[in-house]
Each structure stands twice: as C-alpha cells, then as structure tokens.
C-alpha cells in the first residue's frame, strides 16, 4: 500500500521537482553572474530558498511513505544531501554540489538506448555549473579566471583532463571543484564506455541467438525434406 502510494507521489512530482531544479539551478547563475546587482541577487535568493523547500518537502513526504523507512534513508542519502546542503550558507560551494546531486537524482533509471542523449546533456549541465562555481569562488581572488568565458573554458578542458594550464583555479573552493570535476570526467567516461560495451554484447548475442534459430529451422527443413523422400521412394518401390 505504501509503496504504490510512494510510486504516485513520485509521478505527481516529478515535473515540478524538474522545474524547480532548473529554477534552483538559474537563480544559482544569476546570484554568481549578477555579483554587483543587489535586487537581482535578492529575487534570486528567495527562488533558492523556495525550491528548496519544495525539495524539503518532497523529501519528507517521501520518507514518511517510504517502507522500509530505515533501508529507504540509507539508499536515498543523496536526497537527503539535497535537503541539507543549501542550509549551510556561508560554503557557497554548498550550492555547487547541491546542483550537481539535483541533476543526478534521476540519471540512475537511464536507458541504455537513450545513453547519447543522457551523455551530452549530463556533460552540459555539469560543465555549466562547475564553470559557475569556480568563477564565484575564483573571480574576486585575483587569478586568471575572471569571467564566464573563462570558466567555460576552463571546465572544458579540465572534465577532458587535457589541462592546457591557462587557466587554474587558485583557492580551496576553486581546486575542490577541479577535482570533482576530474574525477567527474573520467566517471563519465568510464560510464558511456561501459554502456557501449554491454550494448555490442547484447547485439552481438542476439545475433548469435538469430543465426543459431536460423541453422536449427534449416535443419529442421532438411530433415522433413527427407523424410518427405524416403516416403516417395518406399512408396514407388511397394
């Protein structure tokens, strides 16, 4: 019973709780790129607040209907991440995180047919935002990256791990997100490399299994053809 309840509350959500990590997810940009502009960083700063709401909301309700309530805590811990992190306001980095478990939630149902689709929009969405945090955390500290475009770059070639150097991240915040986003790059990779290997060997075994069905109905043939040959011919020699 509860866990059809569980089930339906999470379809009814599901829209809202995306819209309302993409609002998350544009009042963060906007509080990072609209430093200068208090009004703007105000509205951005109630839409923070009032998703995440929504996600503490979501997450109780959840856990109240979730059965077994113990096993279903331990398995959702990066829910409860979400619920969590943006209450520490002083680590801005917080929210970085926070973004990146939101675009996370709901990688883990993710069809192996649509893993081109999952991979260029998972690659997106992570370069955008770990570009936005290490700019809040680098562009008042008097390195190299400076603005937007530099942090684009800068996150392009560090979730590559190729590394020119131009642009490096010179405080904790900035080097903790390098990391992440390293460690990020070679997670994806190993990822949409594993799912193309499953998916050759399942094509290849289906072929194998059609190939085997075609030769076993040919023999089949065979044998009625035959059997079909040996009745003509004791029939012709009664």
């Excluded at 959500?13 to 309302?20: D, G, H, N, S």
């Excluded at 994806?188 to 399942?202: F, K, N, Q």
């Amino acid at each position: 019973m509860y866990g059809e309840r569980l089930a339906r509350w999470e379809r009814a959500v599901e829209w809202p709780l995306t819209i309302a990590a993409v609002a998350f997810l544009g009042a963060y940009a906007a509080q990072i790129l609209a430093r200068s502009h208090g009004a703007i960083q105000g509205i951005a700063e109630v839409v923070l607040w009032v998703t995440w709401a929504a996600f503490v909301v979501d997450y109780l309700v959840r856990l109240t209907l979730a059965v077994p309530r113990g096993r279903w805590f331990v398995r959702h811990l990066l829910d409860l991440a979400i619920v969590l992190l943006p209450v520490f306001r002083p680590l801005r980095l917080m929210r970085f995180l926070t973004v990146i478990a939101l675009i996370q939630r709901n990688t883990g149902a993710m069809l192996r047919g649509k893993v081109v689709i999952y991979t260029v929009g998972a690659t997106v969405l992570t370069v955008v935002v770990s570009a936005l945090a290490v700019l809040d955390a680098e562009q008042s500290a008097g390195g190299t990256i400076t603005s937007l475009g530099d942090a684009l770059w800068w996150a392009v070639v560090t979730i590559t791990t190729v590394g020119y150097g131009d642009f490096t991240p010179i405080t904790v915040q900035g080097r903790v997100i390098a990391v992440g986003l390293m460690v990020g790059g070679i997670a994806l990779i190993g990822v949409v490399t594993a799912t193309l290997a499953s998916w050759i060997v399942e094509k290849v075994s289906l072929e194998n299994r059609s190939s085997a069905a075609a030769t076993s109905a040919q023999v089949d043939a065979l044998r009625d053809e035959i059997a079909e040959l040996r009745r003509s011919l004791d029939a012709r020699s009664s």
